[in-house]
């Protein structure tokens, strides 16, 4: 090797091998050691060696803690879980994504006066932290908090109170307003500097051979910023199955919590306030990696949409 080479393959390696070994040590170890774990009987206590248990762990997970949502009910708590989530996955994708992607065209088309001032009102909830807008929603949410006081005006009835979070199957409908309440303003800001990027004569030329305003969103807009979409899901997926903060603080412990639990909260709850299972790293373990697994099929799943719909075409 000429001593060229060999001083340009030291300065590759050093630049390189400082990032290579922070990526081996604080995320591929992490994961590559949560994957041996959810294969093995392991607890901390335990003094014999650790034996390998197949899928055990992951039947298991799937299948145990039933009926503690809903006493009549006979599904295991890691599905009540999933479909938490995927409500937030709904909410996420179809409904930040939309009322920030309609909010951002609004603002670019200058069709409301003020329009630095609103931009800053619906981006506002992206200062403040996760855990004091969740206190925040909780209030709200009291039972006798200010919704329960609105209802009681309009209804007319002192009694009345707000007690969705109580119910399993309304439960996540208070969530999902905090959702795009606290989100809406991230994906608005993605498509209003994307909607920057665009040239203003085709709006002109449209407009000019007659076309409204909706006409121009629907037929210009939305395909030129196929692209910024599609980025806006994947981002709005992989959020969703790793949310924690939001959920965790709204919804205090007891009966709301559980009816508001998602994958995130059940993997702490079983791995850090279940002591009594011996095996609770374990399953812990266990459901971070089928966590995983769904986020990366549906990232998956969006991108081969992307790709038919041919979002990855450059305008």
């Known amino acids: 090797m000429k001593k060229t080479d060999r001083r340009e393959l030291l300065t590759f390696i050093g630049f390189i091998a400082p990032g290579l070994l922070i990526y081996l040590f604080i995320i591929a170890y992490p994961i590559c050691y949560s994957v041996f774990l959810s294969f093995t009987d392991y607890n901390p206590n335990m003094t014999k060696p ?37 409500i937030v996955v709904a909410v996420s994708v179809f409904g930040q994504i939309p009322i920030g992607f309609a909010l ?24 403040l932290s996760t855990i004091v807008i969740g206190i925040m929603w909780r209030m709200l949410f009291m039972i006798d908090g200010p919704v329960s006081r609105l209802i009681q005006y309009f209804k007319d009835d002192p009694k009345a109170q707000f007690t969705m979070m109580m119910e399993p199957g309304k439960a996540m409908f208070p969530i999902g307003v905090a959702l795009i309440w606290m989100y809406t303003g991230f ?31 629907c037929r210009i807009t939305i395909p030129l910023l196929a692209g910024a979409i599609l980025t806006s899901c994947i981002l709005a997926i992989a959020g969703s199955l790793k949310g924690f903060s939001l959920i965790y603080a709204l919804a205090p412990e007891g009966k709301q919590r559980i009816n508001t639990e998602v994958l995130p909260i059940y993997m702490y709850r079983v791995a850090f306030n279940n002591a009594k299972d011996p095996q609770r790293f374990a399953y812990g373990a266990t459901i971070s990696n ?26």
């Open 290 to 315: 089928i966590v995983v697994l769904i986020s990366v099929l549906l990232i998956s799943f969006s991108n081969w949409v992307g790709d038919k719909l041919g979002t990855g075409e450059e305008y």
């Open 187 to 217: 994906y608005m800001i993605i498509f209003l500097a994307n909607l920057q990027k665009i040239n203003e004569s085709m709006f002109e030329a449209a407009k000019i051979d007659g076309a409204s305003e909706f006409q121009i969103f």
């Open 104 to 127: 951002a065209f609004i603002l670019y088309r200058k069709q409301v006066k003020g329009a630095t001032f609103f931009q800053s009102m619906v981006f506002l909830p992206q200062f």
């Open 50 to 86: 650790v034996t390998f248990q197949g899928l055990a762990n992951y039947i298991k997970v799937l299948t145990m803690n039933k009926g503690i949502v809903d006493p009549n009910s006979d599904i295991p708590e890691f599905w009540y879980a999933f479909k938490n989530n995927m």
